[in-house]
């Protein structure tokens, strides 16, 4: 799917293209997309726990105000390219980040498990 794609707010798969030289192959997990404000906006507020993972978009910083548990926060470029990555404990504000356009949260820690790290390429499944 092309990184051009106009999202709507529902489900897909988050797959983590892996990793040749490690010998790591593609990671794929099930995904919430969240592309209007009020869904957004309520992003993982009241959960106590995510199977998968989150996508935001547009967005290019997050909060965990109100949230119950910590999560792993992956910022992504305008190619589903990963640009930085943080672990955020409830009640925190996330810095911006400028070149970021979409947000993916998912349960504190998983995130390395499934390779997503500083470089690494995702795409979304529909």
């Not at 309520?42 to 109100?66: C, N």
């Not at 943080?86 to 810095?95: F, I």
């Amino acid at each position: 799917m092309g990184w051009r794609k106009r999202w709507r707010d529902g489900v897909g798969v988050l797959v983590v293209e892996g990793d040749e030289e490690a010998g790591r192959g593609d990671v794929r997990v099930p995904v919430e997309i969240a592309r209007s404000y009020r869904a957004r906006a309520r992003g993982l507020l009241g959960r106590d726990r995510l199977d998968g993972a989150m996508l935001l978009t547009p967005a290019s910083s997050v909060h965990t105000f109100r949230m119950r548990m910590a999560i792993d926060v992956a910022y992504l470029d305008r190619r589903f390219r990963v640009i930085a990555v943080r672990t955020m404990r409830p009640g925190r504000l996330g810095s911006p980040r400028v070149r970021s356009r979409h947000v993916l949260e998912a349960q504190a820690g998983v995130m390395a498990r499934w390779g997503v790290r500083v470089g690494a390429r995702v795409r979304v499944e529909t």
